[in-house]
């Protein structure tokens, strides 16, 4: 006699889903360390921080401010339940960095689109963590349960 297994369809949607929400984790974790260095960056200002900082036209009191915005967005966007406004705080944020850098002739590619592609990651990042973001955004058909 034989034993097979059967994997329902319920138990293979749950697991993908899991190894999904944790990929979404995981990205998450990365880019909330990224921000976290930056926001470091901009309140203890080691001298490159300054220098840069300096470069973009910025004061360093200017530099604490936005290390303070931001440090109140990752915040928001690390709590399950206000990350969707959080997200959309740090996507302001990185519209700002793009402004600035276009501002300052910094390379394209390499420096002033590097926020577009932090915000696509942080996107994507959420939309692993929460997958009805997708139906929000008008990218997938509602589901609709009978």
């Not at 034989?2 to 998450?28: D, F, I, K, N």
């Not at 709590?79 to 300052?104: H, K, M, Q």
Request: glycine content about 8%; some cysteine.
């Amino acid at each position: 006699m034989t034993a097979t297994v059967s994997t329902s369809p319920a138990a293979t949607s749950s697991g993908t889903r899991s190894r999904t929400r944790l990929a979404g984790v995981v990205l998450s974790v990365l880019i909330g360390a990224f921000l976290l260095f930056d926001i470091l960056g901009k309140l203890f200002q080691p001298e490159s921080v300054v220098e840069g900082t300096e470069k973009l036209g910025f004061t360093m009191t200017q530099a604490t401010v936005m290390a303070i915005v931001l440090a109140l967005c990752v915040i928001v966007w690390a709590i399950p339940r206000t990350a969707v406004l959080g997200a959309i705080g740090l996507t302001a944020y990185l519209g700002g960095a793009v402004s600035a850098n276009w501002n300052n002739d910094a390379p394209l590619v390499s420096t002033t689109l590097f926020a577009v592609y932090f915000g696509v990651a942080l996107w994507i990042a959420m939309i692993l963590r929460r997958p009805q973001l997708l139906e929000v955004l008008g990218l997938r058909a509602p589901h609709r349960s009978v």
